[in-house]
C-alpha cells in the first residue's frame, strides 16, 4: 500500500493544518516543529518526505533509528546516502532502555525526547561525556498517572529535575507526554493543559534551564496540542498512513 501513498500531500495538509490550530491560538507557526515519526517506515518513504521539505523525523526504537539513519556501514542508512547537510534531523521518542543508551547517544540524535527517569539521565549523561557532547532531552511525564504507561510522575519530575539540571552533558528543553488514547481528541485537552502547567512549575522553580519545549500531539490530537501550548508535535500516520507492525 506504501506506494500508492503521497507523502508530499499528506505533509501539505498536516501542515495546513497546524496553521490553523495555530491561528485559533493566536500563535506563530514558526514556534512549532512538525516531526514526522517514521516508525516501521522504510527509507524510501523518508527520503519521499525529505524531498518535499520535511527535515525532523521521529523514531522510537533505537536499533531501527540506527539502521535508518545512522549506521555509518550500511548502504541503506541515511548516514550512508546523503551529504551531511542533507541529513535529516533525527529524534528519539520512545523509550531507552539501559542497554541501548549507548546506541542512542551514537546515533547523534538532536533531541531524546523520553528521558522517563533518572538512572537513564545518569547514564545518557555519562555516555554523552564519553562522546564529549552535549545531548540535548526531554523529560518525559505521565500526567495521567497510568499504571502502564512511561514517564516521570510530576511529583517525580520536581522532586528529580534539581539533579538531572546539575547533569554536565545533558541540556533539559523541557517536557513530553502522551496521554491515554481516547478517540475523541478533545480527551486529551486536560492533560495537554496539565503538562504546559507542570512546565510552567518547574520553569519557575528552575529558572536557570530553558523548559520552552512541549512535546505533545499526534495524528488524531495535534490540533488540540497546538492550541495548548505544543511547541512539536509527533505525527506519524497522518503522514505515511497505517503501520502494519
Ligand atoms: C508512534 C508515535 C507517535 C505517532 O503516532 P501517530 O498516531 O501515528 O501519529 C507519536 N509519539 C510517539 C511517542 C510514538 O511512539
Known amino acids: ?16 493544518r497546524m496553521a490553523a490550530a495555530a491561528r485559533r491560538a493566536g500563535r506563530s507557526l514558526d514556534e512549532i516543529t512538525l ?23 521521529g523514531e ?5 533509528a540506527w539502521a535508518k539513519f545512522a549506521d555509518p556501514d550500511s548502504p541503506e542508512s541515511l ?12 529524534h528519539l521518542i520512545g523509550p531507552i532502555q539501559s542497554r541501548k543508551a549507548s546506541l542512542a547517544i551514537a546515533c547523534r540524535p538532536t533531541l531524546i525526547h523520553a528521558v522517563d527517569r533518572l538512572k537513564i539521565a545518569a547514564r545518557l549523561d555519562r555516555l554523552a561525556g564519553e562522546a564529549q557532547l552535549v545531548q540535548e532531552v526531554l523529560l518525559e511525564v505521565n500526567v495521567a498517572g497510568e499504571a502502564s504507561k512511561f514517564g516521570f510522575s510530576p511529583e517525580a519530575v520536581q522532586r528529580d529535575a ?3 539540571l546539575v547533569l554536565p552533558w545533558l541540556r533539559v528543553r523541557g517536557l513530553m507526554t502522551i496521554p491515554p488514547y ?13 503538562l504546559r502547567r507542570l512546565r510552567d512549575q518547574l520553569a519557575q522553580h528552575h529558572p536557570q534551564a530553558d523548559w520552552r519545549a512541549l512535546s505533545m500531539g499526534m495524528s488524531h490530537d495535534f490540533e488540540v496540542a497546538i492550541e495548548e501550548g505544543a511547541t512539536i508535535v509527533r505525527v506519524g500516520t497522518a503522514i505515511f498512513g497505517t503501520r502494519d507492525a
Open 60 to 64: 522510537n526504537r533505537v536499533e531501527e
Open 79 to 90: 548516514a550512508s546516502r546523503l551529504k551531511t547537510a542533507d541529513r535529516p534531523r533525527l
Open 1 to 16: 500500500m506504501t506506494d500508492t501513498i503521497d507523502i508530499a500531500a499528506n505533509l501539505a495538509q498536516v501542515r495546513e
Open 35 to 57: 516531526l514526522a515519526v517514521s516508525k516501521t517506515h522504510p527509507v524510501g518513504l523518508i527520503e519521499q518526505a525529505l524531498t518535499a521539505g520535511q527535515r525532523d523525523f
Open 182 to 194: 481516547e478517540p475523541d481528541p478533545e480527551a486529551a485537552r486536560p492533560y495537554f493543559v496539565a
Open 162 to 164: 534539581g539533579v538531572i
